[in-house]
């Protein structure tokens, strides 16, 4: 029976997982929370934004280690294929697997940045932290192929 590469829209889900997190945040926030948390957002946004600053730095820094830990990750586990395993099909089932590993790297930090945002951080740090959080998914996901070549 012939290897299958792993799902397109397992692809893609992992691509808009971060700005996901930030739209099922929004609208579960205005849906839930009471109508007085607004003031409380307004209270502690100016501690909370300079920290969705630095959350925001720290995930374009995890963009560019989870691109770096992904080749050195996908080298590792391609050396340990033994050589009747060693298809291309086997070949992408793995680079694809260490994508979905280290596509966490730079997601994580968004996350934190979403959570400042629930609690009154503006929305221009998180925006910043959530698109360079999506260029490094991004970059990630263009290597797939070529790493498993």
């Known amino acids: 029976m012939p ?11 992992t691509i808009v997982a971060a700005p996901g997190a930030l739209a099922l945040e929004t609208g579960l926030r205005l849906l839930l929370f009471p109508a007085e948390f607004p003031l409380v957002r307004a209270f502690l ?6 920290i969705a600053w630095g959350i925001a730095i720290v995930a374009g820094l995890g963009a560019i280690a989870g691109v770096v830990l992904q080749g050195r990750l996908v080298a590792k586990q391609l050396g ?3 050589d009747s395993a060693n ?5 992408y089932q793995v680079a694809f697997g260490v994508f ?5 790297v730079p997601q994580i930090p968004s ?4 959570f400042c945002f629930t609690f009154g951080a503006s929305i221009v740090p998180v925006a910043a932290s959530i698109g360079l959080t999506s260029l490094g998914v991004i970059a990630q996901a ?5 790493l498993a070549a």
């Open 3 to 13: 290897e299958k590469r792993p799902s397109t829209l397992l692809l893609w889900l």
């Open 45 to 50: 946004r100016p501690t909370l934004t300079p």
């Open 80 to 82: 340990k294929l033994p």
């Open 87 to 91: 298809t291309l099909q086997r070949r």
């Open 100 to 104: 979905l590993l280290t596509t966490a």
């Open 111 to 114: 996350i934190f940045a979403t």
């Open 142 to 146: 263009l290597r797939v192929p070529k």
